[in-house]
């Protein structure tokens, strides 16, 4: 049931998990009086295709708008003081150049003069590599106060073109809205309602908080199989084994930076290159994505063409992720394998 055949995986697993989500999003969201649901990238992209394919099948479905968005592309834009810089540089980092941190984390690309001028102030020693853990950044505060205004600049420059995007895609015009992603402390919606300064609520497959620090409490953030660490389900493994989720529900497109003008005054967006391991991968994400979306269109004439009350089980789900995590334990999985995610954002590169 959950061999290596792409194909299969995404009909057996990925169809059933995505599908019954979907119900419970329409569900949630008619409770909620969310009219407008906003598709995180990258993942989002597929849980919207699976989501506009089920949702026909429901009368008054919120609509679904695909937006185009990444941690790195909204928290910088929000940064106006030091609080601000503080909460983004003591995120987790795993050994990697200290260059490579400073364009990820905040957009600043650094020319060697300026490099020069840094380390003769001892503020950082030439070639050595950065690590942070436990939001310890003691060995690096100097240098963010060296670098604060260099920063803030960065930020409100693309604040700018952020919010040409936001106007666009008229996120701040829909009175109830809600973004939807795979989990799982909602920093992008955090983001999004400092910078709209209107409620932009929020609906994961997993939820590690209740609320969201520094937002008033009327924002929702809510968790289909695990909110706020508390599985729906028993023994869930939704959560616990997140990254395999993010996998098989990964996207061919590269990464969001930020915003741009470009030549011909057009508003358009900055995009990561994708290296060959992650374009080598697309393949076995096609046959995967298939075999999900072939399980929503039986899912969708089992309930026009056979029985009007079905819906995709949320259990039943549970329960097969958790079995296919199981299986995890004693054999491999050639297409967990083959699947990739960059995440240079915390230093590791690429991971498979």
């Known amino acids: ?33 969310i009219n407008t649901l906003y598709f995180l990238a990258r993942e989002g992209k597929f849980i919207k295709q699976v989501y506009d394919l089920w949702s026909i099948t429901e009368n008054n479905s919120p609509k679904s708008i695909y937006l185009q968005l990444s941690r790195r592309c909204v928290t910088v834009p929000d940064i106006t003081n030091m609080e601000d810089i503080i909460a983004i540089a003591e995120k987790n980092y795993f050994e990697n150049d200290i260059q490579n941190y400073f364009i990820e984390r905040f957009g600043l690309k650094l020319d060697p003069e300026r490099w ?33 205004e260099d920063i803030i600049n960065e930020a409100k420059i693309e604040k700018q073109t952020l919010m040409m995007y936001l106007e666009q895609v008229n996120i701040n015009s829909n009175q109830t809205s809600s973004v939807v992603d795979v989990g799982y402390s909602g920093t992008i919606q955090k983001a999004l309602n400092k ?16 609320h969201i620090e520094g937002l008033e409490n009327n924002i929702m953030i809510k968790g289909c199989y695990v909110d706020n660490c508390k599985s729906k389900f ?66 969708v004439d089992i309930r026009k063409n056979m029985y009007n009350d079905f819906n995709p089980s949320l259990l039943i789900a549970d329960i097969l992720y958790k079995e296919f995590c199981f299986t995890l334990q004693t054999k491999s999985n050639k297409v967990l394998e083959e699947l990739i995610l960059d995440d240079d954002y915390c230093g590791r590169g690429l991971v498979s």
């Not at 300064?197 to 609906?203: D, L, N, R, T, V």
């Not at 996207?251 to 990561?272: C, H, T, V």
Request: hydrophobic share 40%; net charge neutral.
């Open 1 to 33: 049931m959950f061999n290596s055949n792409p194909y299969q995986l995404g009909y057996n697993l990925v169809g059933p998990v995505v599908t019954a989500f979907c119900q419970w999003l329409i569900e949630q969201a008619k409770v909620d009086k």
């Open 116 to 148: 020069e001028e840094i380390y003769q102030k001892k503020l950082w020693i030439k070639n050595e590599k950065l690590s942070i853990k436990q939001k310890n950044i003691i060995h690096l505060k100097p240098l963010l106060d060296f670098l604060k």
């Open 195 to 210: 910078l709209l300064m209107k409620p932009i609520h929020g609906y994961y497959f997993a939820t590690m908080v209740s």
């Open 234 to 299: 028993h023994d869930s493994k939704l959560f616990s084994h997140s990254f395999e989720l993010e996998k098989l529900l990964s996207a061919d497109d590269p990464q969001i930076i930020k915003y741009i003008i470009d030549e011909n005054i057009n508003l358009k967006g900055k995009f990561k290159d994708l290296s060959e391991e992650e374009l080598a991968t697309r393949s076995i994400r096609a046959q995967l994505q298939q075999g999900a979306i072939d399980f929503v269109h039986d899912s």
